[in-house]
């Protein structure tokens, strides 16, 4: 049996263990290792990265065909700024290679394409090409890629702050009326389900400034594997890790006749 054969096998393998009705509808992915990944092969980092970008692919082909509704994924970060101005350029480059290169397939999958972040310091060519992306799937609705760039989940909070208060000192609203609701709706995310599930790559134990208010009840589920070796078995097994989680939001699951006394400190 070939090697396609092996893999192919071993995902169908776990894809019949998922359980269809606990599906998340919406995944957010830390992508992260690709440099890692390069230097350990004796690469420059761009390899890691380029590859990186195939991963993507593979994972959002999988994510589709699972049935998940959201894929979000943090692309580059307000903090990413401080990398060597070399491997920035190169980055941006990439993105603006990318989309040139798989925007009409993206398009063709039905998949709305969705930037979230602070464009304003990005070239115009990036820009311009990442208004028509959007634009050119803004009316796709089987599926819907976020692509955080340039983004920070505390510099997002600070944004809504701000906008909230202008609208409290014009008039606009009352400060008795900002509640979460409103500020959820005021969120670069706004409209869309928070994440169930969280991915990471690489073994790094931490959210690194992503989503910090969609994140609160999602599950996180580390992976050790570098981005650039992580696959569609892999993913699986995140979905798979997801649906053996018992999500209580706070609450407790109570078994049949149990008291307070019994319950209490179960959680």
């Known amino acids: 049996m070939s090697l396609g054969k092996i893999i192919d096998k071993k995902n169908n393998d776990l894809f019949k263990r998922i359980d269809q009705e606990k599906v998340p509808e919406h995944v957010a992915i830390i992508m992260d290792g690709n440099g890692r990944w390069a230097t350990k092969k004796g690469l420059p980092r761009s390899f890691g990265h380029k590859r990186g970008v195939d991963v993507l692919k593979e994972i959002l082909k999988a994510s ?10 943090y692309a580059f970060s307000t903090e990413n700024w401080a990398r060597p101005t070399k491997e920035v350029d190169f980055l941006i480059n990439l993105f603006n290679e990318v989309l040139r290169n798989e925007i009409d397939e993206i398009h063709e999958e039905s998949i709305k394409l969705r930037f979230i972040g602070d464009l304003s310091p990005f070239p115009v060519t990036l820009k311009k090409i990442i208004s028509s ?41 009352k400060p008795s009326e900002v509640n979460e609701e409103l500020f959820n709706s005021e ?67 109570s078994l049949p006749n149990e008291s307070f006394e019994d319950s209490q400190y179960s959680s």
């Open 64 to 73: 589709k065909k699972l049935g998940c509704k959201v894929l979000t994924v």
């Open 133 to 173: 992306s959007e634009s050119l799937t803004k009316n796709n609705n089987k599926f819907l890629l976020n692509v955080c760039v340039n983004y920070g989940g505390r510099q997002e909070i600070v944004k809504v702050a701000k906008e909230l208060a202008l609208k409290s000192s014009s008039g606009e609203i």
């Open 187 to 253: 969120l670069l995310t706004g409209g869309i389900k928070d994440p169930e599930l969280l991915i990471r790559t690489s073994g790094e134990k931490r959210i690194s400034n992503f989503l910090l208010w969609q994140l609160a009840y999602s599950e996180i589920y580390i992976s050790d594997v570098l981005w650039p070796d992580f696959n569609e078995f892999e993913f699986l097994k995140a979905i798979i890790d997801f649906q053996s989680r018992n999500r209580r939001f706070g609450g407790i699951e």
